[in-house]
């Protein structure tokens, strides 16, 4: 087939071109750049079936492709929070714009939406019938609510003009190629150990998260991408298996084998205080479930950094 990967220089976008492509699809990456790289994608430049459009969804373009992975946004609050109302207007005219071109050469299509559309949740874990508690005046309502907006979308183009659609929740991702600046835990703590500086914790360190290694999560993408049973989602797609930040820094600190110090921040403004997906859907539709458990994931990630982050 013949795809297109919005945001395909970005971290999990980078790992699904490079999966498609040793599937046999022809790829299209597309992105702007703002947070992706090109470092993501080089190894991928040399593949005859690989294509590099540098574009922004917020404007139009036309194309002709069978399947859209639409998961073009910053997805950090570092970056969100740079540029809010250019967050807003990637996931809103964004998905506006590739749900068009669904509609336009009848191809299916996947919004990347994300955990964070259930905020600071009221429930625990989070199923997909969960509405959310999010602060729509908040500091992170750009990424939350244009996430939201963008299920809006998905479910109105299918109801009123029947566009093939799915939808993904991400929890937590990590692994290769999350970039050194993007202020995510993973990320931060591992830099913070090899480079022997104090782990910063943010509140007391008992918030939780559930963290899924990129592979499993690129697996899940493309089941619920050809599921034809006629499920479109939403389905999250994370690591049921839920750590305290304090627990995850003290993983990190181990791993490393580093001589670094945990010390203590402010929490953010409305940091969700829990977060563990309930992946009962993904199972029963998709018969996924993530293969790679911390541990392992970590000592993968904690390699990667070795060899390419200045530490």
Same mark, same amino acid.
């Given at each position: ?14 790992? &699904?071109?490079?999966?498609? &492509?040793?599937? +046999? ?8 750049? #703002? ?65 068009? &071109? ?86 931060? #703590? ?40 006629? #499920? ?64 392992? +994931? ?14």
């Amino acid at each position: 087939m013949r795809i297109l990967v919005t945001g395909g220089a970005g971290f999990i976008g980078s790992h &699904l071109c490079e999966r498609l &492509l040793n599937e +046999g699809h022809d790829v299209i990456c597309l992105d702007n750049f #703002f947070t992706g790289s090109k470092d993501n994608i080089i190894h991928l430049m040399d593949n005859h079936r690989f294509e590099l459009v540098r574009h922004d969804i917020t404007q139009p373009i036309l194309l002709e492709v069978d399947r859209i992975y639409n998961l073009a946004c910053p997805a950090s609050p570092i970056h969100y929070q740079y540029n809010p109302v250019k967050t807003t207007k990637t996931s809103v005219m964004g998905t506006i714009n590739m749900l068009g &071109l669904a509609k336009r050469v009848k191809a299916r299509i996947l919004q990347a939406s994300t955990s964070e559309v259930y905020g600071d949740p009221q429930i625990h874990p989070q199923t997909e019938e969960y509405w959310g508690n999010v602060n729509p005046i908040g500091i992170r309502s750009c990424y939350d609510e244009g996430k939201r907006v963008a299920e809006t979308l998905m479910m109105d183009y299918y109801r009123q003009n029947n566009v093939d659609i799915r939808i993904i929740r991400i929890f937590n991702t990590y692994g290769p190629r999350m970039a050194e600046n993007d202020g995510r835990v993973v990320s931060n #703590f591992i830099l913070q150990a090899l480079r022997n500086q104090d782990i910063t914790v943010y509140g007391d360190g008992s918030q939780t998260r559930s963290f899924c290694y990129v592979s499993d999560l690129v697996e899940g993408m493309i089941r619920m991408m050809e599921n034809d049973q006629g #499920f479109i989602g939403p389905v999250n797609l994370g690591n049921p298996g839920e750590f305290t930040m304090l627990e995850l820094a003290e993983k990190v600190i181990e791993q490393t084998g580093c001589s670094s110090k945990i010390i203590f921040a402010e929490l953010p403004q409305d940091d969700p205080k829990q977060r563990q997906p309930d992946i009962s859907l993904a199972r029963q539709w998709l018969g996924w479930e993530p293969a790679v458990q911390l541990d392992e +994931g970590l000592n993968m990630a904690i390699a990667y950094f070795r060899k390419n982050a200045a530490v």
